[in-house]
Nanobody, 121 residues
């Protein structure tokens, strides 16, 4: 089992910055993939950015160039640095980890509880 706890969500004005953190309950160094998803009001959850165990990353077209995903294996923490925020970035941001578990369970998806980000115009 893995617990993921997001923090850093807040209300911010357009043009501002926030950094989200996602603390994992165990070592993330072998997690296959970690990512950030968001769910704007009234819409489905969408991928924001993800990063592989080797460090390569990819981003949604909506955030590329403004957001940066990173992971600190020593601190077992995933980050999302968000710059030049606009009201369309408002939503609940979820941390996700895809973990190859032992005991024949295969790849398991874990989710955090979500962090609210609100960008005012």
């Amino acid at each position: 089992q893995v617990q993921l706890v997001e923090s850093g969500g807040s209300l911010v004005q357009a043009g501002g910055s926030l950094r989200l953190s996602c603390a994992a309950s165990r070592s993330i160094s072998r997690f296959l993939l970690m990512g950030w998803y968001r769910q704007p009001p009234g819409t489905q959850r969408e991928l924001v950015a993800r990063i592989r165990s080797g460090g390569s990353s990819n981003y949604s077209d909506l955030v590329r160039g403004r957001f940066t995903i990173s992971r600190d294996n020593d601190k077992n923490t995933l980050y999302l640095q968000m710059n030049s925020l606009n009201p369309e970035d408002t939503g609940i941001y979820y941390c996700n980890a895809k973990v190859l578990e032992t005991g024949g369970r295969g790849i398991v998806d874990y989710w955090g509880q979500g962090a609210q980000v609100t960008v005012s115009s």
